[in-house]
């Protein structure tokens, strides 16, 4: 596994070895001791989800203020541009944000530690995307910032207006959300 780092230090690109032939391919998504040892990070995660999008779809910027979940993310069918933003108040990158594309052709996952809000726009007509967590889904601790946050500034790759749910329309922004210490 490769490790690659982003501008923000904790949130870290993963590049599996995939093995491809003729046939097809074949890839370790996930093994405890490759992640250890290529991260240094010893993990326990303790739930997988799974979600499927259309194109345009936005989700996020989420995180649970308790029972903060660290996510190892990725793509196994389509395209979507990944998002972490630093909601550690305390920290030198606070309210910045990293982002990636993330496809099942890349094949490369992103770790985004808990203290970060997530959210990803999908890309392609259609995507399934995996992530695991190192804690239980809460949704009386999750709170949602606003996708476009001026103070944030993300730039999104958008063609048009993205599809939102009711929760991800209320976001607030970065200064008004409560936030980690």
């Known amino acids: 596994m490769k490790v690659i780092p982003t501008a923000i230090p904790e949130v870290l690109i993963l590049e599996p070895k995939v093995f491809g032939d003729s ?16 991260t240094g990070l010893d993990i326990q995660f303790v ?37 972490a933003v630093d909601v550690r108040k305390s920290s030198p990158t606070f309210g910045r944000w990293v982002g990636i594309e993330l496809s099942e052709d890349n094949h490369r996952q992103l770790w985004i530690p808990a203290g970060f809000a997530h959210g990803f726009l999908v890309l ?22 606003a996708w476009d946050d001026p103070t944030i500034g ?3 790759p958008l063609d048009a207006p993205p599809l939102l749910s009711a929760k991800d329309r209320l976001g ?10």
């Open 47 to 83: 739930q997988d989800n799974h979600s499927r999008s259309v194109k345009g779809v936005l989700r996020g910027l989420h995180y649970q203020l308790q029972q903060p979940q660290g996510k190892l993310v990725r793509v196994v069918r389509g395209m979507v541009f990944d998002v």
């Open 154 to 156: 993300i730039e999104w």
């Open 23 to 38: 046939r097809g391919f074949f890839m370790e998504s996930y093994n405890a001791r490759t992640f250890g040892e290529a």
């Open 124 to 145: 392609s007509e259609n995507a399934d995307f995996l992530y695991k967590t190192t804690d239980y889904y809460a949704p009386e601790h999750e709170r949602c910032i």
């Open 172 to 181: 607030i922004s970065l200064m008004e959300a409560e936030v980690f210490s």
